[in-house]
């Protein structure tokens, strides 16, 4: 599981910049202030997940169950969360809103919060 985390973190922090990048300069001309900080969110909690898996990829060497909850936690919840706000974001300023995304990030911010309070009870 270690490996998949490991993984996870090169392609979360890697599409992050990629994202990151795209948001600065292509999108900023065609979005609201308000949406480009949705945006901004989105890639700023990508990355910070991205380190927090590296970091955790090469430290939680035992591969406990608890482990693998926390790593699943981090990965389900950046990608449920990140991802959908760059849907919702990309849908509205192409005035074709995708809703069901609306619902989505929350879940994946639920999964984060899971994620972190794992890794308080493994720590404890």
């Known amino acids: 599981m270690n490996e998949i985390a490991l993984l996870f973190a090169a ?3 890697a599409t992050a910049i990629i994202l990151g990048a795209f948001g600065a300069h292509l999108l900023k001309k ?3 202030v308000e949406q480009l900080q949705s945006f901004e969110t989105g890639v700023k909690y990508q990355m910070y997940h ?3 898996l590296l970091i955790l990829g090469f430290q939680l060497k035992e ?8 790593f699943l936690a981090f990965i389900i919840g950046t990608i449920l969360f990140s991802f959908s706000i760059y849907g919702l974001v990309i849908s509205a300023a192409r005035n074709k809103k995708i809703r069901f995304l609306g619902p989505i990030t929350p879940l ?6 899971i994620g972190w309070c794992l890794l308080i009870y493994r720590f404890i």
């Open 11 to 13: 392609f979360f922090g």
């Open 30 to 32: 065609k979005l609201s």
């Open 50 to 52: 991205a380190i927090v």
């Open 63 to 70: 591969n406990t169950t608890i482990d693998q909850y926390i």
């Open 108 to 113: 994946g911010g639920l999964f984060l919060m």
